[in-house]
């Protein structure tokens, strides 16, 4: 039973047997010393990663089998290594083991060179090595299995001979050829940026990208505004547009304006621009006050609230819905629930990188377990929500090389400067999570998947995925560290729609969704699969679609444009509130 903060002399809810023999006071003491407890850990589980620990060490214990093997590799290795050290005195030898490729730390000329190149070599030999320990072993889980390996590689990327200076060919040779002056500019990056997070100031360049004013400003109006979210409706720039609207939901852990960025990769200017009407949904920042509100509560007051909304200013309109990320999973909760309630108002529903399905949802999943959802509720008990700042470390840690080993190295090591775009800004623009809603959402989606196995209720029944039957479109990103492409492609098993249309696209989570025509390096797989079609397993999809360059906007705009009725006359903005941004998008 969840207790809040202050509310020790608070008895009500509680038997009295409860509170004769105490319970209280130790449920109150458990989680006041867990919330204390989590601050110091980062929200990580002491409890949770020893259990993990000893669950690996005591099945590696009881495989003796491999336990030979890996003493086998090893030993192998340390010849390996002997017989190639002559060579790579001579810096005439082909590396013995090749990084990752999404692996860059050892890019540089200069790791080829004695005695760097046995250094990076050995350490990628011990990388290969743990690996190795930490899989394959008999009787531990694949979920055991996936956390014990992260723990195994998050340690040796801490102890990389890239994050080393005094290993580090590239930032030696910087030293010297500067004098240590990068060395000097690094120290001052560091302290400049314990200023800024010691202040509460955003990086320099930040305060570029204000919304209203550099991002977020294709023109529109705030038409309709509850505690949860504000509803802004674009104003349409052609004389012709399309009948129906366009409803998108984004996600709520982060601000709505990725999806409008800078003139030149919004792709809400994009959509109006081709005729299209559409609204976006701006939600609110929750504060302590707000931390009883649920993922009922999200969608009453902002899905449907919206969709009720856009009914009013067009009557008997479908709407074309579309849902980013967690906003594309409470999209397909309220889809699903007017499917069963007989609510015929969507037209269609498009996702972007967004899951139903969360039994594969990649290494998001280390952070899911019982252990680990207990005690982060505990720290969202004691803040009553979960802070921006520490949803974005656990993404930080799934790509650590790439957005903290090496912006160490880059930035204090080498001294050099950051520059910040439009998406890094955004990205810095953090925003809450009420306490019970996320609790909701990682116990009822992520750990128990209730939504995908039919036992998510609302309003007390059940709710399923296959009683939605419109037409979807669903893109999924190849580099997609929040939402696995193939945890996203996993909506062909469990749709009961006419067609599913899938778009695999180049990019990460959200690189990949921001991907306007003519930007460079991009490109994209698109198939469609109908009710009498076979399914097709993800790896086989990959291999029957070919790579389409260039940009997937103008092949959902197509889709878009054939699901749509006739061009009618564009209508102006009657009635508003206040001009787009609006209002919520600025709270801190």
């Given at each position: 039973?969840?207790?809040?903060?202050?509310?020790?002399?608070?008895?009500?809810?509680?038997?009295?047997?409860?509170?004769?023999?105490?319970?209280?006071?130790?449920?109150?003491?458990?989680?006041?010393?867990?919330?204390?407890?989590?601050?110091?850990?980062?929200?990580i589980?002491?409890?949770?990663?020893?259990?993990?620990?000893?669950?690996?060490?005591?099945?590696?214990?009881?495989?003796?089998?491999?336990q030979?093997?890996?003493?086998?590799?090893?030993?192998?290795?340390?010849?390996?290594?002997?017989?190639?050290s002559?060579v790579?005195?001579?810096?005439?030898?082909?590396?013995?083991?090749?990084?990752?490729?999404?692996?860059?730390?050892?890019s540089?000329?200069?790791?080829?060179?004695?005695?760097?190149?046995?250094?990076?070599?050995?350490?990628?030999?011990?990388?290969?090595?743990?690996?190795?320990?930490?899989t394959?072993?008999?009787g531990?889980?694949?979920?055991?299995?996936?956390?014990?390996?992260?723990?195994?590689?998050?340690?040796?990327?801490?102890?990389?001979?890239?994050?080393?200076?005094?290993?580090?060919?590239?930032?030696?040779?910087?030293?010297?050829?500067?004098?240590?002056?990068?060395?000097?500019?690094g120290?001052?990056?560091?302290?400049?940026?314990?200023?800024q997070?010691?202040?509460g100031?955003?990086?320099?360049?930040?305060?570029?990208?204000?919304?209203?004013?550099?991002?977020?400003?294709?023109?529109?109006?705030?038409?309709?505004?509850?505690?949860?979210?504000?509803?802004?409706?674009?104003?349409?720039?052609?004389?012709?547009?399309?009948?129906?609207?366009?409803?998108?939901?984004?996600?709520?852990?982060?601000?709505?304006?990725?999806?409008?960025?800078?003139?030149?990769?919004?792709?809400?200017k994009y959509?109006?621009?081709?005729?299209?009407?559409?609204?976006?949904?701006?939600?609110?920042?929750?504060?302590?006050?707000?931390?009883?509100?649920?993922?009922?509560?999200?969608?009453?007051?902002?899905?449907?609230?919206?969709l009720?909304?856009?009914?009013?200013?067009?009557?008997?309109?479908?709407v074309?819905?579309?849902?980013?990320?967690?906003?594309?999973?409470?999209?397909s909760?309220?889809?699903?629930?007017?499917?069963?309630?007989?609510?015929?108002?969507?037209?269609?529903?498009t996702?972007?990188a967004?899951?139903?399905?969360?039994?594969?949802?990649?290494?998001?999943?280390?952070?899911?377990?019982?252990?680990?959802?207990?005690?982060?509720?505990?720290?969202?008990?004691?803040?009553?929500?979960?802070?921006?700042?520490?949803?974005?470390?656990?993404?930080?840690?799934?790509?650590?090389?790439?957005?903290?080993?090496?912006?160490?190295?880059?930035?204090?090591?080498?001294?050099?400067?950051?520059?910040?775009?439009?998406?890094?800004?955004?990205?810095?623009?953090?925003?809450?999570?009420?306490?019970?809603?996320?609790?909701?959402?990682?116990?009822?989606?992520?750990?128990?998947?209730?939504?995908?196995?039919?036992?998510?209720?609302?309003?007390?029944?059940?709710?399923?995925?296959?009683?939605?039957?419109?037409?979807?479109?669903?893109?999924?990103?190849?580099?997609?560290?929040?939402?696995?492409?193939?945890?996203?492609?996993?909506?062909?098993?469990l749709?009961?729609?006419?067609?599913?249309?899938?778009?695999?696209?180049?990019?990460?989570h959200?690189?990949?969704?921001?991907?306007?025509?003519?930007h460079?390096?991009?490109?994209?797989?698109?198939?469609?699969?109908?009710?009498q079609?076979?399914?097709v397993?993800?790896?086989?999809?990959?291999?029957?679609?070919?790579?389409?360059?260039?940009s997937?906007?103008?092949?959902?705009?197509?889709?878009?444009?054939?699901?749509?009725?006739?061009?009618?006359?564009?209508?102006?903005?009657?009635d508003?509130?206040?001009?787009?941004?609006?209002?919520?998008?600025?709270?801190?």
């Amino acid at each position: 039973m969840a207790i809040r903060r202050g509310d020790i002399n608070d008895v009500s809810g509680f038997d009295s047997k409860d509170v004769d023999s105490g319970y209280f006071s130790v449920t109150a003491l458990d989680n006041v010393f867990k919330a204390n407890m989590a601050h110091v850990t980062g929200g990580i589980s002491p409890a949770g990663l020893m259990s993990l620990y000893f669950t690996w060490a005591s099945h590696l214990a009881m495989s003796p089998g491999k336990q030979v093997r890996l003493i086998e590799k090893m030993l192998r290795k340390i010849v390996k290594m002997h017989r190639v050290s002559p060579v790579l005195l001579q810096n005439q030898s082909k590396p013995c083991i090749t990084p990752l490729p999404q692996d860059n730390r050892f890019s540089d000329v200069g790791w080829q060179q004695w005695p760097y190149n046995y250094i990076y070599q050995n350490f990628l030999f011990t990388q290969q090595w743990w690996h190795n320990a930490t899989t394959d072993i008999d009787g531990l889980s694949e979920a055991d299995e996936r956390s014990i390996s992260f723990i195994a590689r998050q340690i040796l990327d801490r102890y990389s001979p890239s994050n080393n200076p005094l290993l580090n060919p590239e930032v030696m040779k910087a030293t010297i050829e500067q004098g240590g002056a990068n060395l000097v500019s690094g120290l001052q990056n560091f302290l400049k940026d314990m200023d800024q997070y010691s202040a509460g100031r955003s990086p320099e360049g930040a305060d570029d990208y204000i919304p209203g004013k550099t991002v977020a400003i294709t023109p529109g109006k705030v038409v309709f505004r509850n505690h949860i979210m504000e509803l802004i409706q674009y104003s349409p720039v052609t004389d012709q547009v399309y009948p129906e609207p366009i409803l998108i939901v984004p996600a709520w852990i982060m601000k709505y304006y990725i999806l409008d960025l800078s003139p030149e990769n919004s792709l809400v200017k994009y959509l109006v621009e081709n005729g299209h009407t559409v609204f976006m949904i701006s939600w609110f920042n929750p504060t302590t006050a707000d931390r009883d509100l649920g993922m009922d509560n999200y969608r009453e007051q902002g899905v449907m609230a919206a969709l009720d909304a856009i009914s009013k200013i067009f009557p008997k309109q479908q709407v074309h819905a579309t849902g980013y990320c967690l906003g594309g999973t409470l999209l397909s909760i309220a889809a699903a629930t007017m499917a069963r309630d007989g609510d015929d108002r969507l037209k269609s529903m498009t996702h972007f990188a967004a899951q139903v399905d969360f039994s594969e949802a990649g290494e998001l999943m280390i952070f899911t377990n019982e252990s680990e959802v207990s005690y982060l509720e505990k720290m969202m008990w004691d803040q009553g929500v979960l802070d921006g700042s520490q949803m974005a470390g656990a993404f930080q840690i799934l790509r650590s090389n790439d957005l903290i080993w090496s912006r160490i190295v880059h930035h204090y090591m080498l001294g050099e400067k950051e520059s910040i775009n439009d998406l890094m800004a955004w990205n810095l623009d953090l925003t809450r999570m009420p306490y019970k809603m996320h609790s909701q959402y990682l116990r009822e989606l992520f750990l128990d998947n209730n939504f995908a196995s039919g036992h998510y209720l609302v309003n007390d029944k059940p709710i399923a995925i296959r009683d939605i039957s419109v037409p979807i479109f669903s893109v999924g990103t190849e580099k997609d560290h929040v939402a696995p492409w193939r945890s996203v492609y996993k909506l062909h098993l469990l749709s009961d729609s006419e067609a599913v249309t899938f778009v695999l696209t180049s990019g990460g989570h959200n690189a990949g969704i921001v991907s306007e025509p003519g930007h460079k390096h991009r490109h994209y797989r698109v198939a469609t699969e109908t009710k009498q079609d076979r399914y097709v397993d993800p790896d086989s999809w990959i291999q029957n679609n070919n790579a389409v360059e260039g940009s997937w906007w103008p092949e959902w705009h197509q889709w878009l444009e054939k699901h749509s009725g006739e061009k009618i006359a564009a209508q102006p903005i009657d009635d508003s509130l206040c001009e787009a941004p609006g209002t919520y998008v600025n709270q801190k």
